[in-house]
């Protein structure tokens, strides 16, 4: 069985991109991404035709690539909920503050990564991270739970 690569892009194309754009903040770098997101189907289409919902795999699959992508240019958008976890009154504490954000977010996995950014950066409700991630409600609190303890972990331990 074959990808129709084109309906999909007219189909998902604008909604994907809207992603790309929300997280890179750049037009030029959300078309990249996008593309790149495209060009990965047409290289290992099973992935997409083996996942339970189209929908989901591409938009996870864009968040991804965008979230690779700060992570290799290095530039993280962090909300306040996240610094406040680290709080901070200085110059010297506020850059402390985002080291620590930074490596928190470095010590989990892709998928942990996305739900954290998910629910952290862009606001999600658990609801929506849990459907979003084709997991359980249970699940993303689980992972969001297991993130706050090593928030407390690097905070007592001083980073």
């Not at 290095?74 to 503050?97: A, G, N, P, R, T």
């Amino acid at each position: 069985m074959t990808i129709d690569l084109e309906s999909l892009y007219h189909t998902y194309g604008p909604m994907l991109h809207r992603r790309c754009l929300k997280i890179l903040k750049r037009e030029d770098a959300a078309y990249d991404a996008l593309q790149d997101v495209f060009l990965s189907l047409l290289s290992h289409p099973q992935h997409f035709l083996q996942a339970q919902s189209p929908v989901s795999y591409l938009f996870a699959m864009s968040t991804n690539r965008c979230l690779n992508i700060l992570k290799r240019n290095k530039k993280v958008v962090y909300s306040q909920e996240i610094l406040d976890l680290h709080s901070s009154k200085s110059m010297e504490e506020e850059i402390l503050s985002r080291l620590f954000v930074e490596k928190l977010f470095q010590s989990g996995n892709d998928r942990q990564r996305m739900i954290y950014y998910l629910r952290f950066v862009e606001n999600h409700t658990l609801d929506e991270v849990a459907e979003i991630m084709e997991l359980s409600l249970s699940g993303v609190r689980k992972i969001l739970r297991n993130f706050q303890e090593k928030a407390r972990t690097f905070k007592e331990t001083g980073l």
